[in-house]
C-alpha cells in the first residue's frame, strides 16, 4: 500500500489558536498516506545463504498460532524443556507459552548470551501477558540476513536474524493484523534459542508497540487502548466512548462494529517508530488512521501522537475525526482526499459546534480578500510539508458543509459512499447521481457559498 493513509487535521490548530491561545506543533494527519504496514524486505537474502548450510537454514514456511489465550496461567513446570531444532519450532514454542501464560516455557527459549536481551524479552513477555493478544502467531517469511562481527562475537558465529510477521487481533480489531520484525536466533549444542531483537536492517517498518516498549492495556464497550506506560488509558478511553456515542448515529448503513483500537505510544519517537518513519518526518502529526495489515480488509487503528493533544477539546475533535476514517474504512477508499478529510471534519464539528466558526474564520477572510478558491484541493494540497495544510482543510470542510447545507445530510453521506465505491474515485457521475449537477456546477455552487459566508463574517 501506498502512504495514502496519513492524515493531518489542521483546522484543530486554527480551533486551538482561537479558542484557548495555545499553540500546537502542528495539525494531524491520518491514515491514507502511511507508510506500508506490509513492506517488502529491503535487504533480501537467499534462506540458503553460503555460510548456513542446509541445516542450519531457517525454514521460509515456519509458522505457529497461539490457542485461545482465555484461560488460567498454566502451572510452571520445573522439567528443562527440549531446546527446539528448527526455526518453526521455536516460534511454536513461543507462541504456545504466550498462549498458556506459561513463563518458565518461555524463558527457556530465550537465549542467556547477551544479558540486555533477557529484559527486552522479559519487557515483551509481560505486554503479551497483559494484553493476551487473539489470533497471535508468528510466521517466517524466510528472509534472513548475517550478524555484524560484533554481535556474532557475542551471539555465535552460526547465530542469525529473521524477518518473522507477528499476527495479532485484540477486541475491536475487524481481524488480525500483519507487521514484520526481526528476530535474532541462537544456534546452543541443544537446539535454537530467540536471541535478540536489534539485529534487522536500518530502514524502519512499522512494529507493534508491544515490542518497543512497557505498555498498559484497557478496554470499555467502545475502544481497546494501548499504551505506554506513562499514558492515562482512562482518558482515551472516555474519549472514545464519546466519540463512538456522537458519529455512529450519522454514519449509516456501514459495517463498522463501533469500535475503536487507539495505540497511544510514550513519545513521540516510538510513534515514529511503531508506524514505521523516518525519525523526525512525524513531528506535525496528532492522530493517524492505518491499515495495520494486507488485504483487503486489514484492521485500521487510530495511533495518537501524544505531543500533539495540548487540550480536551483537541483531543474529542480528533478521535471524533479519525472515529470517521475508522467507521467509513477511509485509508483504503479511492475517494479523493478533499472529500475524506472534509467528511470526517464535518462530522466532527457537528459533535463540537464552537469550533466551527474558529475553524472556517481564516478561510473566509482570505476568500474576503482574494476571493474564493479556483477548484477544491488536490492531493498535493495534503501532503506533508504543504505551505497551507491549514487551508486545505478548511476548504474540503466547507466544501462538505456547503453540500449537507445545500442538499441535505443524507444525500451528502450517499455521495460519499458512492463516491468511495467508484471504480476511480471521480465525483462525475456522483454528483449528477445524487445532486443532480455535474462537478462543475458542484464547485461553483461552493464559490458562491464561500462569498456569502464571506460577506457576513460566518459559515
Known sequence: MSRRSVRLLAAVLALLVALTGVACSGPSRAGRQQTNTSPTNTSPTNSRTPGYGAGNSPSASATAVARPPHR???PQSSRTPTAPRTLDSLLTGLVRAVGNRNHTDFTALVSHRDPAFRASAGMIWDNLVRIRPVRFGLHSSGNKRRLSNARAQVLGNDAYAVEVRVRWAVPGDTAASDQRVWMTIVRTRTGLQWGGITDGPSPPQPTPLWWLEPVRYGHNKAATVIAGARVDIGRWLTA?????????????DTDWNQKLVIIVPSTEQLMERSLGAPAGSDAQLAAVSWPDGAGD?????????????PSALATAIV?????VHVATRSPISRAPSWLVEGYADYVAYLSYPQAVQPAAA???AEVKKHGPPAALPEETDFAVGHHDLNRSYAEAWTACRYLADRFGDRRLWRFYRAVDASADGSITRPADKVFGVSDHQLIAGWQRYLRAAASRGRV
Open 240 to 252: 472514545a466512548d464519546t466519540a463512538v456515542a456522537r458519529d455512529a448515529p450519522r454514519l449509516r
Open 297 to 309: 480488509h486489514p484492521p485500521i487503528r487510530i495511533m495518537i501522537n501524544p505531543a500533539g493533544q
Open 319 to 323: 478521535l471524533a475525526h479519525e472515529a
Open 72 to 74: 488460567p496461567t498454566a
Open 362 to 364: 481564516g478561510l473566509l
